[in-house]
């Protein structure tokens, strides 16, 4: 059999890679739990995904020219260009509005994550830790939240509404 070669284009290369990320996201947290517990890898995913999120960002906000955003407008124009370099909708589909001057709200109506600790038949034990990952964006913005977010299971592996308000300090 014979095969056509083909080159990928570079949204195919960024899908790729992206997969391949998340794909060992999902086995290293697999085997911290097989290790030594849920709790502990519940504990150690939020801390790491949250230093994933300070450093992601930090060097977006480097490559684009920004030392940090002063406001919720700024950082809702960061959080776009975060939002389609690391998350695209084709990974999860995210509503983000103002709510306030000094608040926004983050809905997910699709994510990625949800779809895979179902498959994997962890959501009822997993602790999300999607909002973690903005929350270190927000570290990388110098925009500390008003509350430290509580850890959380998935609400959409409950069948509830997946919200988040983020309010700066």
């Known amino acids: 059999m014979t095969s056509e070669r083909r080159t990928l284009d570079n949204g195919e290369e960024q899908d790729l890679l992206r997969r391949n990320w998340y794909w060992h996201d999902a086995r290293w947290y697999a085997s911290v ?29 480097k490559a ?26 084709s990974l999860m589909d995210a509503e983000v509005y103002p709510a306030s001057d000094g608040s926004y709200e983050v809905r997910f109506q699709r994510c990625f994550v949800h779809e895979n600790i179902v498959r994997a038949d962890i ?37 509830q509404e997946c919200r988040q308000r983020f309010t700066i300090r």
């Open 123 to 159: 959501a009822g034990a997993y602790h999300c830790a999607v909002f973690d990952r903005i929350e270190g964006w927000h570290d990388a913005w110098e925009l500390p939240l008003a509350q430290p977010l509580p850890a959380r299971t998935c609400a959409l592996a409950a069948g």
């Open 33 to 61: 739990a097989a290790e030594f517990g849920i709790e502990a890898a519940n504990r150690l995913n939020r801390a790491n995904v949250r230093a994933l999120g300070r450093t992601e960002m930090r060097r977006l906000m």
């Open 64 to 89: 684009l020219g920004v030392d940090r955003a002063t406001n919720v407008a700024q950082a809702l124009e960061l959080f776009a260009a975060g939002q389609r370099l690391y998350v695209p909708t």
